[in-house]
């Protein structure tokens, strides 16, 4: 099949086949990052913009990186708390950054949608990497990469997501993409932090961790974010750690080959216990590798592709 | 300067008059209706037999006056009214600074005589900069003009606050307008709570926080034996508390806005930054819920709730943007589309929604009626005419509206207030 | 002339390549240091049979590589949906060894200069080489070939297709046709 698309906002938008696809590619730019010249020429001549309205260090930096070893050129764009909250006009600010000529934008923000409206308004190739609780699709993509790598196949395999589903855009692109390659999801976390009518999306909510992890082929931890408690979702972080973190203890039920993911950065003790979170079924740090390699694949795509004006 | 209106098909509330009539305005009221009346030397307007109704009265607009004139002003809000056939419009208080004393109050009715389109009439808030903390001086602002007081955007958030307005306003002979969304539950909300909210990954807005402020509100209402008004109901339940409170004798009224029982939650998904409004959109249920209620005479009329806001504000993503849509010129053509067309109402029931009740529920005793000695506000409409909704249209100073684009039914030609024409279409 | 025309068969190609292999083996006076990589996709194919060729008069086991180009194309800027990538895969340090270059058929010599550029990222070889099975001309860049199969004269509205049995599940062949 042919690539066709110019943004990517979520992969609530892909089929199966366009994920496939990518994670195809991937497993190319993956070779890539293993070689002495770390760079290959496709991207030579474009032009990458970061523009973060919200602060991040690690997805920011693996798509820089992931643009450099195309030979994209790239720039950063932080827009500071203080401009946005000042009610800067979004949009005003992108067309300021596209008027310099850019080839593609990557884009985060706090207010789910604000890369749809970029998309809409834009010429340029829109790559959500994050918006407000909505969609993160690359993390996703780089998870189904790592499931992929490790256990050969995403379709038939029981896939657990566990923590703060309410907040996190991480679940909701893992949602859609894990189902739409036929594995089974279920969601533990607080009751306190479940949406509302999350079950539509064809997922299983199942509040008890031990059960959970007795039957999954992969735990996907989330990050727990320290302010919930102070906004009242969690009576305390102890009770959290103890019911919805893992530890070795709680892992002696599990599949042998389990994999254990998250998305970092890590609170120890608090997900994952320390021993668990280096040990042998953690993959963490090959989720970050494999970041690299997925996002490189994105821009690959994307960047090949013209724009077709919304309508 | 006396003004004949002829061959006019005139609808009240109870009903449409056979055959053709000509109208005779006169200082400001009508002075006489009859099947002919010879035109001596007064100014003639021939309608060839379209409806004239009663010029449409809304209880609930925003025209950002004082403090942010770049959205809307008196003399723009009372134009866009006079597009929408509104002859009477009530402006909320929520401005900056609070309309919460007798000298905002005049200097109010002085912009609105400075405009001079429409009746403009003051919405006072509840208590003393809505903040919660002290009610405003009640008799001032009755004596100054105002016939209703809100805190409007927000709820009076204190039951107990709420409860001594309620005792005071009964004592002043005042009506109280709640918009009822408790602070705590809808906290953060930026649409309806639900599947697509989820969906969206957006903090949702619980229809609960409705929910539990009307009922509160009725409790009072019938603990206290005094009325209240609930502003833009937006939910099945609280159509149904307010069914049952009327039932029981509560002197509750209730208004529901056009964006309620014709869109709903599901064009969020669009992220149309005017599509984000308080209450939110709600479900397909809700919306069906609310034109029952309509129907039933559950809820007493239709109100804008016209919240202009630059297209600068809108465009800092759907989150970050304020709440609020206008809607005074299109809420006409949406009651002809959604209601009247659809079998909801009949056009004499979408009249008795959009003047007779609202007149009545805050005493305009002389409005909402054509009928000789009645005021001289009229609005002159083409139910069938189509037309579409267009953003270089309004003449609002704000565009955002969600209905940018749609074909509607129902036009307004001609907009008569005090006996003069305010406005006349294309 | 008839739209397609047969410039090779399965025996021309069977032969064509065992004659390939016995001049890598006779130019390099022998095998050692030696490595063949071939361009996706029939390139890769033929760099496998030359390696068996190699085997069979040597008696010894090249290290074979294969390349995907995709990424060092010069026309990427140009095409409206980008190639599908895949994957190369050269498992062996090509440091100071001697490289054959193999690929089905040469034309501009576009892709060999992308291959070119693709392989120094590597590592520095001591020597590269080129096969083909094919030289059409019309050379687009100072690029020629060590080892020629078969030189075919053709026009630029004539296109020369590579058919092989591992990738097109058909006999061997070599066909001339009229471009579409």
């Known amino acids: ?311 | 300067m006396s003004l004949l209106i002829k061959n006019a098909i005139i609808v009240n509330a109870d009903g449409e008059a056979k055959g053709s009539k000509d109208i005779l305005l006169e200082k400001g009221v009508i002075a006489r209706i009859a099947s002919s009346i010879p035109s001596e030397n007064f100014k003639v307007v021939d309608v060839e037999g379209k409806k004239v109704l009663p010029g449409l009265v809304d209880l609930h607009a925003h025209f950002r006056e004082p403090g942010r004139e770049d959205k809307e002003t008196i003399e723009t809000g009372s134009r866009a009214a006079a597009k929408g056939g509104f002859t009477t419009v009530m402006c909320m208080p929520n401005t900056s600074p609070v309309i919460d004393n007798a000298m905002m109050v005049d200097a109010i009715f002085q912009k609105v005589r400075r405009a001079g389109l429409i009746n403009v009439i003051p919405i006072g808030a509840i208590t003393k900069g809505q903040q919660d903390q002290e009610l405003v001086d009640m008799f001032e602002m009755k004596k100054a003009g105002c016939l209703a007081l809100s805190d409007d955007g927000k709820s009076v958030n204190s039951s107990q606050m709420m409860r001594l307005a309620f005792e005071y306003a009964k004592m002043v002979d005042i009506l109280l307008i709640e918009h009822c969304q408790d602070p705590d539950l809808s906290a953060g909300g930026v649409m309806n709570e639900g599947y697509h909210s989820t969906l969206l990954g957006m903090k949702g807005d619980p229809g609960l926080s409705e929910i539990v402020i009307v009922a509160r509100d009725i409790e009072l209402a019938k603990y206290l034996d005094t009325r209240v008004h609930l502003a833009h109901i937006s939910l099945k339940r609280s159509v149904e508390l307010i069914r049952q409170a009327k039932a029981q004798g509560v002197k509750v009224t209730a208004e529901v806005c056009p964006h309620h029982f014709s869109l709903t939650e599901e064009i969020v998904k669009s992220f149309d930054p005017n599509a984000k409004v308080n209450p939110p959109l709600r479900t397909q249920e809700d919306v069906d819920a609310v034109k029952k209620g309509l129907k039933d005479g559950t809820l007493d009329c239709i109100a804008t709730d016209h919240a202009p806001h630059t297209q600068e504000d809108k465009e800092v993503g759907f989150g970050d943007a304020p709440f609020g849509m206008i809607g005074l010129e299109t809420a006409f053509g949406l009651g002809v589309s959604e209601l009247v067309d659809k079998k909801v109402l009949s056009l004499p029931q979408l009249v008795e929604k959009m003047s007779a009740a609202p007149a009545k529920i805050v005493g305009l005793e002389a409005k909402g009626v054509v009928a000789e000695g009645f005021d001289a506000d009229l609005v002159v409409v083409d139910v069938e005419r189509e037309w579409e909704v267009k953003a270089e249209d309004f003449v609002s100073k704000s565009k955002n509206s969600p209905f940018i684009g749609k074909a509607l039914k129902g036009c307004v030609e001609k907009t008569i207030c005090g006996g003069k024409i305010v406005y006349e279409s294309k | 002339m008839t739209p397609v025309s047969k410039i090779m068969d399965k025996e021309n190609v069977r032969r064509t390549v065992m004659r390939i292999a016995h001049e890598i083996v006779e130019k390099n006076k022998g095998v050692e240091d030696l490595c063949l990589v071939g361009i996706r996709t029939r390139g890769a194919v033929l760099a496998e049979r030359i390696k068996q060729c190699i085997e069979k008069i040597e008696g010894h086991t090249l290290e074979v590589g294969v390349l995907d180009i995709t990424l060092y194309r010069d026309d990427l800027t140009l095409v409206d949906t980008q190639p599908i990538v895949h994957e190369t895969l050269i498992n062996f340090n090509i440091a100071d060894k001697k490289i054959v270059l193999v690929d089905d058929v040469l034309f501009t010599g576009r892709t060999i200069r992308a291959a070119l550029d693709a392989l120094v990222d590597f590592g520095r070889p001591a020597s590269i080489q080129l096969a083909v099975l094919v030289d059409r001309g019309h050379r687009e860049l100072p690029i020629r070939a060590d080892y020629v199969g078969k030189n075919i004269p053709t026009s630029l509205n004539q296109d020369v297709k590579v058919i092989l049995k591992e990738t097109d599940e058909k006999e061997d062949e070599v066909v001339l046709e009229k471009r579409k």
């Open chain 1, 1 to 311: 099949m042919d690539w066709t698309r110019h943004d990517l906002l979520d992969l609530q938008d892909l089929t199966r086949e366009e994920i496939e696809l990518i994670l195809e590619t991937a497993k190319s730019f993956k070779e890539v990052s293993t070689r002495d010249v770390k760079k290959v020429p496709a991207l030579r001549g474009k032009t990458i913009v970061m523009l973060f309205f919200e602060s991040s260090t690690r997805t920011r930096a693996s798509f820089e990186l992931a643009a450099k070893r195309l030979s994209a050129d790239t720039i950063n764009f932080s827009v500071g708390a203080s401009s946005v909250s000042k009610g800067e006009s979004v949009l005003d600010t992108a067309k300021n950054i596209e008027a310099m000529n850019v080839d593609m934008i990557v884009v985060r923000h706090k207010s789910a949608g604000v890369p749809q409206m970029l998309r809409d308004h834009l010429d340029s190739a829109v790559i959500n990497a994050g918006d407000g609780c909505r969609a993160h699709p690359t993390q996703a993509l780089l998870d189904l990469f790592t499931i992929q790598e490790k256990k050969g196949r995403v379709e038939g395999l029981d896939v657990a997501i566990v923590g703060d589903i309410l907040h996190s855009r991480v679940a909701r692109s893992n949602i859609f993409g894990l189902t739409k390659l036929g594995a089974r999801v279920t969601l533990c976390g607080p009751s306190t932090l479940m949406p509302k009518d999350i079950e539509k999306l064809g997922v299983t909510v199942d509040y008890d961790l031990k059960n959970v992890i007795k039957k999954v082929d992969v735990l996907m931890m989330l990050r727990l974010q320290i302010e919930r408690q102070r906004e009242k979702f969690l009576p305390s972080m102890r009770e959290y750690a103890r019911e919805f973190g893992v530890n070795k203890e709680k892992l002696k039920g599990a599949k042998k080959d389990i994999l254990i993911m998250h998305p970092g950065p890590t609170n120890r003790g608090v997900e994952l216990s320390a021993d668990v979170a280096d040990g042998e079924c953690s993959v963490i740090l090959e989720q970050v590798t494999n970041g690299v390699a997925v996002r490189m694949a994105v821009l690959y795509l994307l960047a090949g592709t013209k724009h077709e004006p919304a309508e």
